[in-house]
């Protein structure tokens, strides 16, 4: 009996997804991030803590889905040396521990133990292995993944995102305060002088490392976006963008013990996702497609959040929507791109939708 040869239908697969990567993209990170949802529960509720290294596979779920997506439509040799890619997976594995580990210590009070850093050491890989991808020898993933280790001359953008929506947050509360709303922005900062610096910075490179860079920006905005802007506008890819990107957060919501099953809930979330989207779009343009401003750009407003939690939820959607609507009328984001621009993908031809 004559053996088939399968290398046909492989490259009938490989062609499809070449072809709709957006939908191979979002089927990926779903996959991933809700077939692993049920770690959220397990670690967050139950203390199984052995579970941990799936909650991280899981929350980088966009991320490895772009690599994953990436590597398959690559169509040109390897390149670069293997040890080069080590080293880099070596220093984020490093990184990122030291990070969970000064995390743990000084945000959450957990105790140093060896069993605890051993369980950090395994936990962080999926992180490491995101960060290092910007060294793999695939030229399809480097390229995608370059602008997550470098700013490449985006040190202004950078600051200004370190600073848009914690202002912003601080903004909102000062209004509410000043329109005499009850319980508006009523908090108490854990420190004060360079501890809650240090604090500040501390829960800044862990939402960094382990949610917004690596996990969400690497994908929403460093895979997805350039490839929505290359058939619609930067505010409609926004838009379209945190409608998946708000389900996306389900598992982990859920384990947080947030209203899930509310409708409110969802709404809230919603129109409060589609005006930050809004903003990490028009900083990841601005900044000519960089991952790394958009991920400082997420975690800055999640640092933010953390330390300022009791915020007047209309008057802050009011705060933002201005703001939104501010860099949208002033960049004109309802217009496309131009098929040149580094925030725009280059198919070579292929639909991608």
């Not at 809930?265 to 960089?290: M, P, T």
């Not at 008057?315 to 960049?331: E, K, P, Q």
Request: glycine share 8%; with cysteine; aromatic share 14%.
């Amino acid at each position: 009996m004559p053996i088939r040869k399968t290398g046909g239908s492989l490259d009938g697969i490989r062609e499809w997804i070449r072809g709709h990567q957006l939908t191979a993209f979002y089927v990926c990170t779903f996959v991933i991030t809700w077939g692993l949802g049920f770690s959220y529960g397990a670690v967050m509720r139950r203390q199984q803590f052995l579970l941990a290294p799936l909650v991280m596979v899981a929350t980088c779920g966009p991320g490895l889905a772009g690599i994953i997506v990436s590597a398959i439509i690559n169509t040109e040799p390897r390149q670069g040396k293997r040890r080069t890619f080590w080293i880099a997976f070596f220093a984020a594995w490093v990184l990122s521990t030291l990070v969970m580990v000064a995390n743990n210590a000084l945000i959450n009070h957990t105790p140093v133990s060896p069993v605890i850093l051993g369980f950090t050491v395994i936990a962080v890989l999926p992180v490491a292995f995101v960060i290092s991808m910007a060294y793999s020898r695939v030229p399809a993933v480097r390229r995608y993944l370059s602008s997550l280790v470098r700013l490449r001359g985006n040190w202004g953008w950078a600051l200004l995102a370190m600073a848009a929506m914690p202002g912003l947050i601080a903004l909102s509360i000062a209004i509410s305060r000043l329109s005499g709303r009850p319980a508006s922005g009523d908090f108490h900062l854990p420190a004060a002088g360079l501890t809650l610096v240090g604090l500040i910075a501390v829960k800044f490179l862990y939402q960094m490392f382990f949610f917004n860079a690596t996990g969400e920006e690497a994908g929403w905005r460093g895979f997805a976006l350039p490839r929505f802007q290359t058939f619609t506008s930067p505010l409609m890819a926004a838009v379209v963008i945190a409608f998946f990107w708000v389900p996306w957060h389900f598992f982990l919501w859920q384990a947080e013990g947030r209203a899930v099953t509310s409708g409110r809930f969802w709404a809230e979330y919603l129109a409060v996702h589609i005006l930050f989207s809004v903003i990490i779009v028009w900083f990841y343009n601005r900044s000519r497609g960089s991952i790394l401003v958009a991920g400082i750009t997420h975690a800055a407003a999640n640092t933010g959040f953390a330390f300022m939690p009791r915020i007047d939820l209309p008057i802050f959607l009011a705060t933002v929507a201005v703001a939104a609507l501010v860099l949208i009328l002033t960049d004109r984001m309802w217009k496309n791109l131009p098929s040149g621009h580094p925030a725009v993908y280059a198919p070579g031809g292929a639909v991608i939708r």
